[in-house]
């Protein structure tokens, strides 16, 4: 879980909720942070800093998370942001949204809500534009086939 893919954003863990550990509020926090406990609140990085979230498979949030790079093999219960890099590991289980730049999903992993990069707008938003569908002709004469 620590090698090169999971060093990009930030390398170090310079904080550990280890399992067993139950935190109720919100966790502000910079660099690198490990969760191996149970957080109810929101986990927010420090916005445009290098961040590296890793919640293990028995790592548990209920709410909200955003940081840089994200790398979840647990369960997670609200919206996930990831403003480089979101990695689900084969036991993650997130019930919310997903709002990613680049995103790795590895087989066995569960989403439950929409899925949504960062610079795109979703299909199904109001004012959304919907691309065309437009057929070319075969017999090359100006008219669109049908």
Known sequence: MF????AKAHSTIDCLIGSGTVIEGDLRFRGGLRIDGEVIGRVL???GKPSLLV?????RVKGEIRAAHVVIDGTVE????ADE?????PRARVSGDIRYAVVEIQHGAIV???IVH???QRPD???????GLKLASRSGGGEPAA
């Open 45 to 47: 990085a420090e916005p």
């Open 3 to 6: 090698g090169s893919k999971s």
């Open 55 to 59: 919640l293990s498979h028995n790592a």
């Open 125 to 131: 938003k109001p004012g959304a534009e919907k691309p």
């Open 118 to 120: 960062l610079d795109g």
């Open 85 to 89: 890099l979101l990695e689900l590991q």
């Open 112 to 114: 439950d809500g929409a």
């Open 78 to 81: 609200g919206p996930v942001q």
